[in-house]
C-alpha cells in the first residue's frame, strides 16, 4: 500500500517570494500523485496531477510539481507566491492496482504581506 | 467541473437529534467517499462505497452510517448525535479507486 508523507505541516512565507512544499510517497506499483489546494469551509479542489509521461506538470496558476522517482518526491513549487495561495495543500498517492487513493496529513501555506 | 454536491453546507443541531449529510454526484462514478476533517487537520476516512448496495467502513472508526440505494447518491447518518460529531464531511467520488478524486463542498456539522 501507499504512504504519503507531507514534510511540513506549516509554511510562512512572504509574498512575491519563491515556496516549495515537500512531498515523499512509497509505493512498489505503478504511482498517480496529486496536489490538491482547500481554501477555508471549503472541499478539496484538485491543483495538478502526475499520470504518466513528463515528469514535470504545471497547473494554472503558476505552480508546478516534479515527480522524482529516484527520491519518490513530488514537491510542489512556485516563484512567486500571492496572498490568495494561502490555504491547506494536501498531497495524495494512487496506483492502478486498485487499492484507494491515500493523502499526506496536509501542509498550511501562509502568505505574509 | 467536478459536480458533486453536498447539503447542507452548515449544519447546527442539539445532542441526540438524528441527521442525514447529502451527497450527490453526476459524473456517474462507481466509488463515492466520505471524509471526516477537523479545521486545519488532516483528512480521515470513514466510508467509502465501489457501487451500488457496496459500503465498507474507511481507516476511522465512525458512529456514523452510509447507504448506497442509487449510483449518484452516498447519504450519511447519525442516529444520535454528540458534541465529539462536531466537524467537516467531506464527500468524494472517483472513476477508478486510486485515480483523482473529485470533493463536494463539504458540510460543518457542529453539535451543541
Known amino acids: 500500500a501507499q504512504s504519503v508523507t507531507q514534510l511540513d505541516s506549516q509554511v510562512p512565507v512572504f509574498e512575491e517570494a519563491p515556496v516549495e512544499l515537500r512531498c515523499n510517497y512509497s509505493s512498489s506499483v505503478s504511482v498517480y500523485l496529486f496536489w490538491y489546494v482547500q481554501y477555508p469551509n471549503q472541499g478539496l479542489q484538485l491543483l495538478l496531477k502526475y499520470l504518466s509521461g513528463s515528469t514535470l506538470v504545471e497547473s494554472i496558476n503558476g505552480f508546478e510539481a516534479e515527480f522524482n522517482k529516484s527520491q519518490t518526491s513530488f514537491h510542489l513549487r512556485k516563484p512567486s507566491v500571492h496572498i490568495s495561495d494561502t490555504a491547506e495543500y494536501f498531497c495524495?498517492?494512487?496506483?492502478?492496482?486498485?487499492?484507494?487513493?491515500?493523502f499526506g496529513g496536509g501542509t498550511r501555506l501562509m502568505v505574509k504581506p | 467541473e467536478a459536480d458533486i454536491y453536498q447539503t447542507p453546507r452548515y449544519l447546527v443541531i442539539g445532542t441526540g437529534k438524528k441527521i442525514t449529510l447529502e451527497c450527490s454526484q453526476t459524473?456517474?462514478?462507481?466509488?463515492m467517499y466520505w471524509y471526516q476533517q477537523d479545521p486545519g487537520m488532516e483528512l480521515h476516512l470513514i466510508h467509502y462505497?465501489?457501487?451500488?448496495?457496496?459500503?465498507e467502513k474507511g481507516d476511522l472508526s465512525s458512529e456514523s452510517t452510509v447507504s448506497r440505494i442509487r449510483t449518484e447518491h452516498f447519504p450519511l447518518t447519525l442516529e444520535s448525535a454528540r458534541p465529539s460529531h462536531t466537524s467537516q464531511y467531506l464527500c468524494?467520488?472517483?472513476?477508478?479507486?486510486?485515480?483523482?478524486?473529485?470533493f463536494g463542498q463539504g458540510t460543518r456539522l457542529t453539535v451543541v
Open positions: 495524495a498517492g494512487g496506483d492502478n492496482a486498485g487499492n484507494m487513493l491515500t
Open positions: 459524473m456517474g462514478h462507481d466509488k
Open positions: 468524494a467520488s472517483s472513476s477508478r479507486a486510486g485515480t483523482e478524486a473529485f
Open positions: 462505497s465501489y457501487g451500488v448496495n457496496s459500503t
